[in-house]
């Protein structure tokens, strides 16, 4: 039998880790990034960055940025190639589009298939000139302007990465915008312009809506950065050592922003044993460290209110479902078909083949839970899908790993210490 023991530092966060690359190539001088996440996906960001004329380089552990302000960006004389990150297409199109400059964006077949215009739609009602593949893909090519109008934006999707990339372009618009949010979505790219002391100014409406308010050009001077670990990576050996026996593990340094600690309190009230000790805040987050023991689950129902809170974990939710007593309900998963992959059908195709009773009506999805009984190797398509990757990988540990995942190197799209970070919590114990 296997469990989960010890205790860990995952790595650092990716959504931070972009922001921290992005913002401190439009800040003013140089900035040192610590604990910055290595993975795939980030460094897209950052030879991006490069293309764009700013100067990156490593010093041991940190990397070193040198801003060039908000109107920094150089004119790429190549394609800026996004690889498999809807992260970096997102912030960068709007980072560059208050730049007057070119720009022909590139990615994966993956990201190819996923939505540009979410994004783009809202930069030409500001004056960018766009070019998408089929109204609505990359490649595409923006022609930025340093006269963006400064408006009022209503954001209907839940989505950090519209929001972002709308904030990314006001730096460098002169006025005023307002970008209003109905549904609230994870916030570090405002925690981190706060902790670099720009001055924008964020409330909640009467109608709970999110107003943040912009007032451009901005100039930020330069501060050194620390990525705190990643909640949602800690969020697979999380539900692992809930679902494998005799498990105990303390996970150290994890950032516990509210808009990314909804599947701590999702998998309390599913009967988990979670401890989270607060710690310290690092640049504009809090942290803390989270102790896990083995915990018999019950199902329970995970409203749509909670969804855009929860984005990434739903796959690793969906395991810990199938090992909880009775049923558990997730309902309004729209935005789960916008992602790496069409994370409902990754989800619902795969549990299908291990036998695990799950039901999938109008974006929502029922799942039973209940022992696994898998008797020989079963293939896992991970669709290239990172996430479904590593929630598999957790599951494979109840199963005497019969389950064969069939790309387990698109992990390193956002987790590459994965593996090593698995290995060192787990141990083999005698039934
Ligand atoms: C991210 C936002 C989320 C999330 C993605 C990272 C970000 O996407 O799924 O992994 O860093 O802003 P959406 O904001 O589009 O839901």
Redesign the pocket.
């Known amino acids: 039998m296997l469990k989960f023991s010890g205790s860990l530092k995952v790595s650092g966060d990716?959504?931070i880790s972009?922001?921290a690359l992005i913002l401190s190539a439009m800040s003013v001088g140089k900035t040192k990034i610590s604990n910055l996440l290595e993975s795939d996906d980030v460094l897209r960001t950052l030879e991006i960055l490069k293309e764009l004329g700013i100067k990156i380089i490593k010093e041991r552990d940190e990397w070193i940025v040198y801003g060039n302000g908000t109107n920094g960006f150089l004119e790429p004389r190549k394609y800026l190639d996004c690889g498999n990150s809807?992260?970096t297409a997102?912030?960068m199109i709007g980072a560059v589009s208050s730049n007057p400059i070119n720009c022909n964006f590139i990615g994966d077949d993956s990201l190819s298939k996923r939505s540009m215009s979410r994004v783009t739609e809202y930069l030409e009602k500001i004056g960018a000139t766009v070019h998408l593949t089929k109204k609505d893909f990359l490649p595409l090519l923006i022609t930025g302007s340093d006269r963006l109008l400064p408006i009022n934006h209503n954001i209907k999707k839940?989505?950090?990465?519209?929001k972002?990339a709308l904030i990314l372009a006001a730096l460098n618009i002169h006025g005023k915008t307002k970008i209003i949010e109905s549904i609230p979505?994870?916030d570090?790219t405002e925690r981190l312009l706060k902790f670099l002391k720009a001055n924008i100014k964020i409330k909640k409406l009467k109608n709970k809506n999110i107003e943040i308010e912009l007032n451009g050009p901005y100039e930020i001077r330069s501060k050194n950065i620390k990525v705190a670990g990643d909640p949602?990576s800690a969020s697979f050996f999380i539900v692992g050592a809930l679902i494998l026996p005799k498990s105990n593990i303390t996970l150290k340094n994890i950032m516990i922003n509210p808009s990314r600690n909804e599947f701590l309190k999702v998998l309390k009230n599913m009967g988990a044993k979670i401890k989270v000790q607060k710690t310290k805040k690092i640049s504009g987050e809090e942290v803390g460290n989270i102790t896990v023991k083995y915990s018999k689950l019950k199902g329970i129902t995970i409203p749509p209110s909670k969804s855009?809170f929860l984005?990434?974990e739903y796959p690793i939710l969906a395991v810990a479902a199938s090992q909880a007593k009775g049923k558990t309900v997730m309902n309004g998963l729209s935005?789960l078909r916008?992602?790496e992959s069409d994370r409902i059908n990754s989800i619902v195709s795969n549990f299908k083949k291990l036998g695990i009773k799950i039901n999938e009506i109008n974006n929502n999805l029922s799942i039973y839970g209940g022992k696994l009984k898998i008797e020989k190797q079963i293939k896992i398509k991970t669709f290239n899908d990172h996430r479904i990757a590593m929630s598999f990988s957790i599951l494979n540990l109840l199963c005497d790993r019969k389950l064969k995942i069939d790309n387990i190197k698109c992990i390193n799209i956002s987790y590459p210490e994965f593996k090593n970070h698995l290995n060192k919590l787990l141990q083999y114990v005698n039934d």
């Open positions: 990716k959504s972009h922001r809807g992260t997102r912030l839940p989505s950090a990465q519209i972002s979505t994870r570090h949602s855009a984005i990434d935005e916008h992602k």
